[in-house]
């Protein structure tokens, strides 16, 4: 079954920039888009990167998108770190019959 | 105004039944891909099934034969019909419409599975 790993935890200074990544477990992450959802304490999902590298309207700039298909990873990088960029974040992506699939989440402080 | 709010969550004891709804306005149900994903309690998010605009479905194998999704159009209501729930399936189910524009995602609503 394919699986997606992130970091549990990962921490940094307002300000900074931060990376998340999310490696696959088999095949290549390129395969199918990455997806990368923000979840703030108490609340719902919400989306920051879609396709890989896309930002849906109202999302800032500061959040961007990668994928590196030599190592089957997808990373997510967070910069000029905010406050309220604390919160848990989620790669999804898609199994070979479409399925999805989330990674176990990271749960980003800022310090 | 996309906006996605669920009901039908609540207490509920093991092998029963439980219908969530999941109310849309903004868009049309019947034209979209729709999903369900739960996320038990300090746990992660898990995918529970989706609902193709053509109208295949597919399940995670944890809810398959037990759980059911569905539509209203004329309501613009997407269902999730959970059968024999398990206290394993005690979460927060979330609806959420996938477009090309991204994930939007409802608040959710809680089941809890417990006697």
């Known amino acids: 079954?394919?699986?997606?790993?992130?970091?549990?935890?990962?921490?940094?200074?307002?300000?900074?920039?931060?990376?998340?990544?999310?490696?696959?477990?088999?095949?290549?992450?390129?395969?199918?888009?990455?997806?990368?959802?923000?979840?703030?304490?108490?609340?719902?999902?919400?989306?920051?990167?879609?396709?890989?590298?896309?930002?849906?309207?109202?999302?800032?700039?500061?959040?961007?998108?990668?994928?590196?298909?030599?190592?089957?990873?997808?990373?997510?990088?967070?910069?000029?770190?905010?406050?309220e960029d604390e919160a848990d974040y989620y790669c999804q992506s898609y199994d070979s019959n479409n399925r999805w699939v989330f990674g176990g989440g990271t749960k980003l402080t800022v310090l | 105004e996309v906006q996605l709010v669920e009901s039908g969550g609540g207490l509920v004891q093991p092998g029963g039944s439980l219908r969530l709804s999941c109310a849309a306005s903004g868009f049309t149900v019947s034209s979209s891909y729709m999903t369900w994903v739960r996320q038990?309690?300090?746990?992660?998010?898990?995918?529970?099934?989706?609902?193709?605009?053509?109208?295949?479905?597919?399940?995670?194998?944890?809810?398959?034969?037990?759980?059911?999704?569905?539509?209203?159009?004329?309501?613009?209501?997407?269902?999730l019909q959970m059968n024999s729930l398990r206290a394993e399936d005690t979460a927060v189910y979330y609806c959420a419409r996938k477009t090309t524009g991204g994930v939007y995602w409802g608040q959710g609503t809680l089941v809890t599975v417990s006697s």
């Open chain 2, 40 to 79: 038990a309690p300090g746990k992660g998010l898990e995918w529970v099934s989706f609902l193709y605009s053509g109208g295949s479905a597919d399940y995670a194998d944890s809810v398959k034969g037990r759980f059911t999704i569905a539509r209203d159009n004329s309501k613009n209501t997407l269902y």
């Open chain 1, 1 to 83: 079954n394919f699986m997606l790993t992130q970091p549990h935890s990962v921490s940094e200074s307002p300000g900074k920039t931060v990376t998340i990544s999310c490696t696959g477990s088999s095949g290549s992450i390129a395969s199918n888009y990455v997806q990368w959802y923000q979840q703030r304490p108490g609340g719902a999902p919400t989306t920051v990167i879609y396709e890989d590298n896309q930002r849906p309207s109202g999302v800032p700039d500061r959040f961007s998108g990668s994928i590196d298909s030599s190592s089957s990873s997808a990373s997510l990088s967070i910069s000029g770190l905010k406050p």
